[in-house]
Structures are given as C-alpha cells and as structure tokens.
Nanobody
Framework: QVQLVESGGGLVQAGGSVSIACAAS????????MGWFRQAPGKEREFVAA????????YYADSVKGRFTISRDNAKNTLFLQMNDLKPEDTAVYYC?????????????????WGQGTQVTVSS
C-alpha cells in the first residue's frame, strides 16, 4: 500500500505559475499509474492529468492542455504537476492519486490511493 502526500500550491496571480508535488512512501511509485484531480468549492472532483508508470504516456483534461505538465521521478518516488498561465477557474484543492491498473485512467473511481490534497488559489 502506498501513502501519498502533496506539497506546494498556495496563492498565485492569474497568468502565473506554480508547481505541486506528490511524495509517495510505503511502496515504489513505479508500481502505479498516477493522476492529478482537483475539486473546487461546490463542484465535483474532476480529472486534470494522468501519467503512465514509466512516464512515457500522459493525458490531460482539455481545460488544462497546453498549460499544465505532469511528470514523475520514480527514483525519487515523486509525482509533479507544473501549472502555467493559471486562471481563476483553476482554483481548487489538487489531489494526487495512484491506480494499480495497468492502463492510465481519467476516472477517479479507478484510483485506489489518494493524497490529502493541496490548495491552489488563483487571484484575478
């Protein structure tokens, strides 16, 4: 079983950039395909980005494509999300998640393990 802890985030102005990370412990991160999800106040949790076990394949929600980059460093057991050109509508709690499935998924119910989340607030 893997434990996930997010870090980074905070308050950033629109148009700015921020990077968040997800540190894994308990089991090698390379065992899992990984994803980032977010949840804004009053809204359902939504898919942001996902990455395969090796990092060779990545997937993005249309709303973040071209602005966000997901990456991983399996040697350091860490997942990253670089967010550029941020918009107020990107404000949310961001969660990293791990799935034991072989294939990458954009569906939250296919992820087994979740971090506690980190807040990203984009001011206009």
């Amino acid at each position: 079983q893997v434990q996930l802890v997010e870090s980074g985030g905070g308050l950033v102005q629109a148009g700015g950039s921020v990077s968040i990370a997800c540190a894994a412990s308990g089991r090698s991160l390379s065992t899992y395909a990984m994803g980032w999800f977010r949840q804004a106040p009053g809204k359902e949790r939504e898919f942001v980005a996902a990455i395969s076990r090796t990092g060779r394949s990545t997937y993005y929600a249309d709303s973040v494509k071209g602005r966000f980059t997901i990456s991983r460093d399996n040697a350091k057991n860490t997942l990253f999300l670089q967010m550029n050109d941020l918009k107020p509508e990107d404000t949310a709690v961001y969660y990293c998640a791990a799935t034991s499935q072989t294939l990458v998924s954009t569906r939250s119910n296919e992820y087994n393990y979740w971090g506690q989340g980190t807040q990203v607030t984009v001011s206009s």
